[in-house]
Structures are given as structure tokens and as C-alpha cells.
């Protein structure tokens, strides 16, 4: 058996996985608008704001918000910590956007904050964009609430890739989040195949108004529409993932929220606790800033050479990302994973480190 540690996909749970199996039905019938204002309703007890439902990744969540909510022209502010923030950037570029980025002085070190409230006060920017957890680092930036208020006295939309956070760390509320994006693969524990926009009456005001429309498939007003007018979605969509995912969230709810938030911060501490006296260095250095759903550590070996032995041993790591790919290796805390699972990994990766060293 592989225990798969990747940060998304994750391990689902058994209940989850026989909703899935599941007889289809119309997209157009009562019987999926029940589905629907059910998965909605459980998606609002997570991140208590209005959730439109997508089919597609995580990106199709992040570009529909930022295509949706940014008009050409319009010029954005982004806190971009890696790889993921960078996609962000790119994202609004193409959307024609202006950006302006500000980036942190090293990898895996938080940006400076009063950098960007010197940005947000020169009052340039009308959007402020970020991602909580950079997945590609394990790094979550904590500051959101921060600059998020001080965004909003400056009259700023805030938009927030929570991707890789929401369901396992600590959300601000949405009086300082308009938008934020998620998927249904990380830490909600659903299958790969749908996602999320959570979108406040600010946001929502703006999507009414937006003057240069997005590609149908990213229109979320038009989402947002038939959820409300019609509680249904625009175009067929992956309606045995929703029967998934209804059942994953219900899991979450029984589980407790705040519970199942501590539950991924327990796993990651565990991580920071025991592999660095192994001989692995955390990437984030400040405990502050290290996500809870992840955790991601320098290797004194080729991380895939590490990635390659771990999966010899049962156990499906992550590479880094961009020029960190084989100096990284990344630990998902997601998933219906027993915790033992984690105590046992720890001593794999200890066991590769000390044979290599007697080899």
C-alpha cells in the first residue's frame, strides 16, 4: 500500500468514496438542486460566505475570481511569496491587469509588511491579491487580516488564492476577504474536479458591474445567478463529485471545524518537531509563517532520490517547485490519514539520510 503525503490530491474517506458510486441524475432535476443547496450550505459552515461551485481545479477557481472581478486596465496589488503567487500575477496579467508585485527577500522568508502597507497607502491600487498558503514553500502568510483591513479603509477589493488553506488553517473573516478561491482536493478532503469561489456583497457588487465580460465558463456572475435565481449551475457539472463532496463536508462538520483546522496544524508541528534533528532544514523559518497544511524541508540529498525511496517504502512525498524542485521535499498534512502514518514516515526519511551517510 502507498500512503499518499503530495500536497493534493489527498486520501479521502471510505464514505466519501462510495458517494461516488452513486446513480447519476439530471443537472435539471429537484433532486440536484437539493445536492446542491446542501453542498452549498455545508461549504457556508466552513468559510461563512456565499460559495459558488465550479467544475475544475483550483485554477479554474483562481482565474474565474481574478477574470470575474478585475477589469482590464485596472491595476492590482500582489504579495506573491513563490510559485503560487506568481501564477496569480500571471493570471491578472492576462486578464490585462497592471500589477505590481511585492515579493519577499528570500525564499521561504515572509514579505515585509510594512512594504506592502507603504504600497496600499500610496492608494495607487483598487485590488489587493494574495495566496494564503504557498504550496510550493509550505509557507501560510499570516498577515492577510492585517493588510487586508488596511485595504479596505483604503476602499481596496481583496481577492485570496486559499487553495492549499481553506478547512486547514485559520481563515480571516469575509469582511476582510471579498473573494477567495479554494478547491475541493486539499484540506476540505474531496475528490480532484471541482472548486470554490466564496464571494461577499462587496464582491458580489462588483461581478454585477464588471464592464469587460469573462469567458462564459468564468463568469461568475453568471454562477452566481443560476445559483440564486435558478439553484443550479450554468453548465452540466461533475455531479458525482458533489455527491462526494457532500459527504466529505459533512464529515468535516461531524469531525468539528475548528477541530479539523487543529487537526492538520498538530500534523505540521509534528513534522517541524522531529525531521530537523534528522538533518532536514525547514524552509520556513519563522514558526509564524509555516503552514499547517504542509510542511517542506531542504535535503542534504537530491529530493528525488529521497522522493524515489520514501515511495520504495510506501510512502508518496512531493518534490520542491520551480528552482527549489530537487533541493525541496513537501509533506502533505491533508487527508484521512492516521496520525501513526506520520510517526512512521519520520523514521523513513531518518533511515534514508542514515544509510546514505554509512553508504
Not at 97 to 110: H, L, N, R
Not at 122 to 148: C, M, P, Q, W, Y
Not at 187 to 215: D, Q
Request: overall charge negative; proline content about 6%.
Amino acid at each position: 500500500m502507498v500512503y499518499t503525503l503530495t500536497p493534493g490530491p489527498v486520501p479521502l474517506h471510505e464514505d466519501t468514496l462510495k458517494a461516488m458510486s452513486k446513480q447519476i441524475i439530471s443537472h435539471r432535476s429537484e433532486s440536484f438542486r437539493v445536492l446542491l443547496a446542501s453542498v452549498r450550505s455545508r461549504l457556508q459552515e466552513i468559510y461563512d460566505s456565499t460559495p459558488l461551485v465550479l467544475t475544475g481545479s483550483g485554477t479554474l477557481a483562481v482565474e474565474s475570481m481574478a477574470w470575474s472581478l478585475v477589469e482590464p486596465g485596472e491595476k492590482v496589488l500582489v504579495v506573491s511569496h513563490g510559485e503560487f503567487g506568481e501564477r496569480l500575477s500571471s493570471t491578472l496579467q492576462r486578464r490585462g491587469a497592471i500589477v505590481k508585485e511585492v515579493t519577499p527577500a528570500t525564499p521561504g522568508s515572509p514579505v515585509r509588511i510594512e512594504e506592502v502597507e507603504e504600497e496600499i497607502e500610496k492608494g495607487n491600487h483598487t485590488v489587493l491579491a494574495t495566496v494564503f498558503t504557498e504550496t510550493s514553500l509550505g509557507l501560510s502568510f499570516r498577515d492577510v487580516e492585517r493588510i487586508g483591513e488596511k485595504a479596505k479603509e483604503r476602499g481596496m477589493l481583496v481577492i485570496v488564492d486559499a487553495v492549499s488553506a481553506l478547512g486547514g488553517e485559520n481563515i480571516p473573516p469575509p469582511d476582510v476577504i471579498d473573494a477567495l478561491a479554494t478547491a475541493s482536493q486539499k484540506a476540505l478532503a474531496g475528490p480532484p474536479g471541482l472548486s470554490f469561489v466564496f464571494v461577499n456583497e462587496e464582491a458580489k457588487k462588483k461581478l454585477a458591474s464588471l464592464k469587460t465580460k469573462p469567458p462564459s465558463y468564468l463568469d461568475l456572475y453568471k454562477v452566481l445567478r443560476y445559483h440564486e435565481e435558478r439553484r443550479e449551475t450554468p453548465y452540466t457539472p461533475a455531479i458525482n463529485l458533489l455527491y462526494a463532496m457532500n459527504i466529505a463536508l459533512e464529515l468535516i462538520i461531524e469531525y468539528g471545524v475548528d477541530e479539523w483546522v487543529e487537526r492538520h496544524c498538530k500534523r505540521a508541528q509534528l513534522l517541524h518537531d522531529r525531521l530537523p534533528a534528522q538533518g532536514y532544514k525547514p524552509v520556513v523559518q519563522e514558526e509564524r509563517y509555516r503552514a499547517c497544511t504542509l510542511a517542506a524541508f531542504y535535503t542534504p540529498l537530491s529530493s528525488s532520490k529521497i522522493v524515489e525511496k520514501a515511495l520504495a517504502h510506501g510512502y508518496h512525498i512531493a518534490r520542491g517547485m520551480g528552482e527549489l524542485r530537487d533541493r525541496v521535499i513537501r509533506v502533505s498534512t491533508m487527508g484521512w490519514l492516521n496520525d501513526s502514518i506520520y510517526l512512521e514516515l519520520v523514521d523513513v526519511l531518518a533511515s534514508i539520510l542514515n544509510h546514505n551517510n554509512q553508504s
